[in-house]
C-alpha cells in the first residue's frame, strides 16, 4: 500500500476504526456471565405453595420463592448473578425495555418425574436461542452454558417445595428474561441490561380443561390472521422478543370474541401457513399422489419460531415414523417429514378432498395440543381427530415426549437436575 492510499482514507473511517479497534480492546476485558459467582440470599417469607390445578395456579401469579438476576454494563460485561428472593425490580422510568422494547425472553418448564428427578428438558436449546434474540434487539450475548446453570440453581433452591416429589408429574414454567435498563433515554443500545429468571406454577393447557370454563371439548379452534401480519422476511419473527406479542394480542382478542382459541398465522399474498399464537403448526395429510406427509412451515426466511418442541417433534418423527419402525401400529404409519412453505389453498384442498389427516400445534406452553378447526374466509375448516379427544400422530408424539420429560425413558433430551 502506497502513502496516497494512506493519506485519502477519510478523517471518519479512521475514527471507526480505531472506535472498533477500542472496543475490541475493551471487550476482551469484558467479563461474561459467570454462574460460579453466584451469591444467594434466602427469603426470611417463604410463599404459600399453591394446590395443585388451583385457581391460585390459573392465575399465573404464584411465583416462586426466589428469583436470579444478573446486571450487565457496558463497562464491564456481566457481573455477579444473584438469587434473591422474588419481589420487585427496582427500574428507572427511562428504562430502555419501557421505551424501546429492548426485550426477549424464553419459556421453559422443569418437570417432577415419575422416579423424582427433576428435569430440564433440552435446555441448551433455550439458552442459546435467549443469546440469538437478545442480540436481534440490541442486548449483550452471554455464554449460553452458564444460564444453564443458573437456572438449574435457581431449581436447586426452589424445586424441593415447589414441585415435590410426592407429586410426580408435574411441572414449574421457568422465565428467563432479559431487559435493557438504565438511567439514559437516548436512543440508542442500553449501556443498563438486566437478565432475569422466575418460576412460576403453570396451568396445564394441553388438556382444554379449566377451572372456569363450562367443561370444553378438545381441540383448539384457530382463527386464521386477516389483516395483520405476526412477521416478515427481514424482521424479527424468529425471536423471541416481547415486540411480537403485543401486537398479536389484537387479532388473539379480536379471535377470542368470535370463540377461537388462537391465530393462525397467515403470510404473503397466497396465505402461506407460518404458526399459531406462541406455538408451531403441523399438519398430516395424504398428497394428491398420495403420499403420507407431516409438514410444517420452514425456518428459512426467518418468520417463525425455531422452536423446540417443533424440532423435537421433527427429530422424532424422522427417527420413528419410518419403514420397519418398532413404532408402527394399525393407525401410525410410516411418513415423510417435510419442512417447507405451504399455503391455505393446499390445506383447504386437502380437506375437501377427504386427504387431511389430523393437525396440532407444538410449544412449551401448549404442548402438543390437536387442532379441530381453522377457520380462513369466514369459513370453518374441520380437521379430522381419529381417536376422539387427539390425532394419532399428535397423541404418540405427546406421550414419547411425555416419557422423556418425565423421566420414564432415559434419554439426553431430559437433563436432570442434582438436588442435595
Ligand atoms: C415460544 C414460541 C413457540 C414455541 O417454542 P417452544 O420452544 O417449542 O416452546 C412458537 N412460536 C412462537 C412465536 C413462540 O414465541
Not at 55 to 79: F, Q
Not at 395 to 418: C, P, S
Amino acid at each position: 500500500m502506497n502513502g496516497h492510499a494512506v493519506e485519502s482514507v477519510s478523517h471518519l473511517t479512521q475514527t471507526g476504526i480505531e472506535a472498533s479497534k477500542k472496543m475490541a480492546e475493551s471487550s476482551s476485558s469484558m467479563h461474561d456471565l459467570d454462574a460460579s459467582q453466584l451469591t444467594v440470599t434466602l427469603t426470611q417469607n417463604p410463599r404459600e405453595v399453591p394446590g395443585l390445578n388451583s385457581a391460585e395456579v390459573w392465575s399465573v401469579k404464584a411465583c416462586t420463592d426466589h428469583m436470579v438476576t444478573v446486571k450487565w454494563t457496558d463497562d464491564y460485561g456481566w457481573h455477579a448473578p444473584k438469587i434473591v428472593p422474588y419481589g420487585p425490580l427496582e427500574i428507572m422510568p427511562t428504562a430502555s425495555c419501557l421505551h424501546y422494547a429492548t426485550q426477549c425472553f424464553e419459556g421453559m418448564k422443569v418437570y417432577r418425574g415419575y422416579d423424582g428427578k427433576l428435569r430440564l428438558f433440552r435446555p441448551d436449546k433455550n439458552c442459546s436461542r435467549l443469546v440469538s434474540s437478545a442480540t436481534r434487539v440490541a442486548l449483550p450475548p452471554f455464554n449460553p452454558l452458564e444460564l444453564e446453570k443458573l437456572l438449574k440453581a435457581l431449581m436447586r433452591l426452589d424445586g424441593p417445595r415447589w414441585l415435590p416429589k410426592t407429586q410426580p408429574e408435574n411441572f414449574l414454567y421457568l422465565r428467563p428474561a432479559m431487559i435493557g435498563n438504565g438511567e439514559q433515554l437516548g436512543v440508542v443500545s442500553p449501556s443498563e441490561v438486566l437478565l432475569f429468571i422466575i418460576a412460576v406454577p403453570w396451568p396445564d393447557l394441553s388438556t382444554g380443561w379449566s377451572p372456569s370454563a363450562t367443561a370444553k371439548p378438545p381441540g383448539l379452534k384457530l382463527l386464521a390472521s386477516k389483516n395483520d401480519i405476526r412477521a416478515w422476511p427481514g424482521g424479527f419473527g424468529y425471536a423471541k422478543v416481547g415486540a411480537n406479542y403485543g401486537p398479536a394480542f389484537v387479532a388473539q382478542m379480536e379471535g377470542r370474541k368470535q370463540g377461537y382459541d388462537q391465530i393462525l398465522w397467515l403470510f404473503g399474498p397466497d396465505f402461506q401457513v407460518t404458526e399459531a399464537g406462541a406455538s408451531n403448526f403441523f399438519v398430516v395429510w395424504k398428497t394428491k399422489e398420495g403420499k403420507l406427509q407431516l409438514v410444517t412451515a420452514p425456518l428459512e426466511g426467518k418468520i417463525i419460531l425455531d422452536g423446540v418442541t417443533r424440532r423435537s417433534v421433527l427429530e422424532l418423527a424422522r427417527e420413528r415414523f419410518i419403514e420397519s419402525s418398532e413404532y408402527l401400529t394399525a393407525d401410525i404409519k410410516s411418513l415423510d417429514v417435510v419442512e417447507r412453505t405451504y399455503t391455505m389453498d393446499e390445506l383447504v384442498e386437502a380437506e375437501k378432498k377427504g386427504r387431511l389427516i389430523e393437525a396440532f400445534v407444538s410449544g412449551t406452553a401448549y404442548f402438543i395440543t390437536p387442532v379441530k378447526t381453522v377457520n380462513f374466509r369466514d369459513e370453518d375448516l374441520n380437521i379430522p381427530m381419529a381417536c376422539e379427544d387427539t390425532g394419532h400422530y399428535a397423541g404418540v408424539l405427546k406421550q414419547w415426549l411425555l416419557d422423556i420429560k418425565y423421566g420414564k425413558v432415559d434419554h439426553e433430551w431430559g437433563v436432570v437436575v442434582e438436588e442435595e
